[in-house]
Structures are given as structure tokens and as C-alpha cells.
């Protein structure tokens, strides 16, 4: 895959970018803030562009940057890597795009595996969000959603978290060792029980209306 | 680490390519906090997370599978040390609040917290100072609820120069603390029934 890299602390970049070339991809470029990305993806095409939040422009250029990116170049994926993964971040990152986007802790996509598996996913058109904030977003979700969560059985509970990791059916059936046809079967059975409408057709709408049940207050919409 | 790449972690370490806007000529308590997050950020925090990145260059290019699961331990472990941080950091100035303010902060608190807490604003900005006081008195209220609390509300707005305060469904013995808050800000806190706090704050 061709991905480029916009991170300010250059141990880390160049981390990043050994781990990178061990997992076969190929790196257009790295640079060290937001305006320098945008300038390289103005003549290079790459597949996904990852992106530190917190780096030049202050105070998050890695979001102004992907406005601007997703603007030019709406093809091309986005990972964002943050020291902090919370939910604030989470919805400015899908104000910014629902489709082929990645938000993960910087610490967490220190392998192989796990770094393509996020690229790959982000390519394919996923949301990639890191498990440790759909966990939380799921066990503790927003408002007076408690009593509806506690409905769900353990088995939905678990697919409900994959969901909000943004992973696909057959992701999620990869993941608890069942049949994609079994993991539509829960997936209607919880929009049931929450009261969402299920969209079946587009992945990332069903993604999106999870994300913003668990994260809406009655207060602030 | 060589003794000379000292004074560039104190400095900012590895993310000394920023140029910082936090703190320019500002040496008031807020500021000094939201330096050291800064530099917990941008010093230790990159450093772990680099790690963790060479652990698994390391693993990758490691043919036992013994050794590659010990790997795969640290960086869980070096995971871990990165939350302490993030902890430790939320105790200095949690960056969200400087970023987007009261509201969101405390939202983020109510996120990490068992009890089911309501957050209601309307994105009203108060400076660091009034923020960040305000902002750890609500913490250290939520922190307080017990196990089962029942709902608990914390409005915030803006009434001609006045910071407003209003919480709702406190333990009774934890309205002092928004009481002494409010006063040491130079405003006034009316206590209610069944743990109702309204604070009204000067701001400019």
C-alpha cells in the first residue's frame, strides 16, 4: 500500500516508517506537520495518509490538515494517531469523514499485524476505531442508555463493541468465531432492542448510528 | 539515554520541532500545568510510544514465537505505563479543556466515570484560569459519587458577567468543595435541597 506520514516527534516517525517498510508498504513521504502534508499529497497519490492529531498548525493539525486532504483527495484514507483516544476526538474525526477513516493510540499499532490490519480496513472503505474507546463508548454509553444496553445478552454485547470498532459482519465473524449469518442475526436483533433503524445496505451508516446512540445525551442531541 | 538528550526531554524532546503556543510569557499556575502536559506529551508519552513501535520491529524480524509473545507483553505493559500518564496528565490540564473548554472536559470525566452524570452547555468559553479551577472542583465532585449514585447534572452557562454553576444530585457533603471554589474566585455558591449547588463566578 502507498501511505504517507505527517507526525512532529521524529523518534516516533521514524518508527513508524521502519514499521511500515517491515510490512511491505511503500512510503511516499513523511514530514513533521499539517501544511507539509497537504502540499506532498498535492502531487503524490497514496492510499492512506496517517496523521498526528496534536502537531503544526497548533493546536491539531492533523485535523485541520485531513479537512483540507478530505477536501482535494476524498480517496484517500485517513489514520489518525492521537496520545489520546476519547470521544471528542472520535466525532471531530467523523465530522471530518465516515468512510475510510482510522483513529487509533499511537502506542497501539506497534505491530505488523495489527498496523496493516488498520490500513487494510481503512482502505476498504471501514471505520477503524481503537477497541479500548468502543469498549468504553459501549460499556458506558451517554444519558439514560444504561437500562437498554443492560437488555442486550453478553454475545450482543460483544458484537456491539466489534460494531463500534467499526469492524465489517465478516470482521466481526473473524473476530467471535461464528458465521456472517449469525452476526446479522444479532446485529438486528440489537438495533431491535435499541429502538435504531437498520440500515443493512451501508456499512458505515450502521457504524455511524451505533457510535452516535452511544455517545448522544438527551441534553446536547 | 546519553545525559546530553537530557535537557531536550525537559525541553520538549522529541516533539522540539513544535513551536509551542501554550504558555508564551504566561507563568500563572494554569499555564505551568498545561506546560507539563505538554512536556509529558511530547517528552516521556512519544518515547513510550516509540518503543512500542521498535518492540514490534523487533518481534517482527524475531523467529521464536516464545520470544515474540514476551515482546507482545511489554508493549502491553508499556501500554499500561502510557495510561498512568494519560492519568497523570488529566491531573495537570486535561488538553481538552484548553482545546474545547468546560463542557467537553467534564463530558470526557462523565465518560470515565460509573455514575450516569449529564453534562449541559453551550460551548461558553472562560479563560484557563476560571476553567481549570472550575473544571477540578467539578472532577473532584463526580470523582467523590459512590457506587449506584443516582443522577447527577452539571449545567454551565454564561449570565451577563457571570460563570454559572449548577449541579445537581450532589452527595451533601461534597457542595463545600464548589462552595469554597466559587468564593476563592471571588463569586458565591447557594446551596439547595438534595445536593443542588448553584455558583455564580465573575468572569470578564
Known sequence: MRVALAEDGALFREGLQMLLEAAGHEIVGSVADGDAIVRLLATEPVDVAILDIRMPPEPDGGLTAAERLRALHPDIGLLFLSHYAESHYLMRILGIGTERVGYRLKEKVGSVDVLSDTLERIEGGEIVIEPVLAKRLVEKPQGDKKGLISALSEREIDVLRLMAEGRSNNGIAGQLFVTPKAVEKHIANIFDKLGLQADTAAHHRRVLAVLTYLRSQREDG | ?204
Open chain 2, 1 to 204: 539515554m546519553t545525559p546530553d538528550s537530557l535537557p531536550a526531554v525537559l525541553s520538549g524532546g522529541d516533539g522540539a520541532e513544535r513551536s509551542s503556543t501554550v504558555g508564551v510569557g504566561a507563568d500563572d499556575p494554569w499555564h505551568q500545568r498545561m506546560r507539563l502536559e505538554r512536556e509529558l506529551h511530547d517528552g516521556p508519552a512519544l518515547r513510550l510510544s516509540a518503543l512500542a513501535l521498535r518492540l514490534g520491529l523487533m518481534s517482527h524480524r524475531c523467529e521464536d514465537p516464545a520470544l515474540a509473545e514476551g515482546i507482545a507483553g511489554v508493549q502491553d505493559e508499556l501500554h499500561a505505563v502510557l495510561e498512568e500518564l494519560r492519568n497523570l496528565a488529566g491531573k495537570l490540564y486535561p488538553p481538552i479543556l484548553d482545546e474545547a473548554g468546560l463542557g467537553p472536559a467534564l463530558r470526557q470525566v462523565a465518560e470515565h466515570t460509573d455514575a450516569p452524570i449529564a453534562i449541559v452547555d453551550n460551548s461558553e468559553r472562560f479563560g484557563p484560569a476560571l476553567e481549570g479551577a472550575t473544571y477540578f472542583a467539578v472532577a473532584e465532585c463526580l470523582a467523590a459519587l459512590p457506587v449506584g449514585a443516582p443522577a447527577v447534572e452539571v449545567a454551565i452557562s454564561r449570565e451577563g458577567d457571570e460563570l454559572v454553576l449548577a449541579v445537581t444530585g450532589l452527595e451533601p457533603g461534597a457542595t463545600g468543595r464548589l462552595q469554597e471554589t466559587a468564593r476563592s474566585l471571588g463569586g458565591r455558591a447557594d446551596v439547595g435541597p438534595s445536593g443542588s449547588v448553584t455558583a455564580r463566578i465573575p468572569c470578564a
